[in-house]
């Protein structure tokens, strides 16, 4: 499995840049696609989800209502839009894969139980 992000970049605070992870290597039908995001000297974060079939999409409350995950699923891609950037958003940015069926032990915010990651694409944010 290959993820490849892109669209990563440096903006002032209140723009907006969106990524994209294309997925290759495998049939991706009962997986869930994510955004993970990494700052210097923090810990690995959950930002969006998305499933794979279905298009259910979850976010973190830090970013509800300023980022939207979606899917082409004709393009094996999925897309983070990011509006109304701030400071602390920069960080790395990273593209994540899991099997996920929405079970009771399922947790799509749970960074330990995706398989597959991207190599990252850093997003810089300035004041």
């Known amino acids: 499995v290959q993820l490849v992000e892109s669209g990563g970049g440096a903006v002032q605070a209140g723009g907006s840049l969106t990524l994209a992870c294309v997925a290759s290597?495998?049939?991706?039908?009962?997986?869930?696609l994510g955004w993970f995001r990494q700052a210097p000297g923090k810990e690995r974060e959950f930002v969006a989800a998305?499933?794979?079939?279905?298009?259910?999409?979850y976010e973190a409350d830090s970013v509800k209502g300023r980022f939207t995950i979606s899917q082409d699923n004709a393009q094996n891609t999925i897309f983070l839009q990011m509006n109304n950037l701030e400071p602390e958003d920069t960080a790395v940015y990273y593209c994540?894969?899991?099997?996920?069926?929405?079970?009771?032990?399922?947790?799509?915010?749970?960074?330990?139980?995706?398989?597959?990651w991207g190599q990252g694409t850093q997003v810089t944010v300035s004041s």
């Open positions: 998305i499933t794979w079939f279905g298009g259910d999409t």
């Open positions: 290597g495998r049939a991706f039908m009962n997986y869930a």
């Open positions: 994540a894969a899991r099997w996920f069926t929405n079970g009771p032990r399922d947790d799509i915010t749970n960074r330990y139980e995706y398989e597959y």
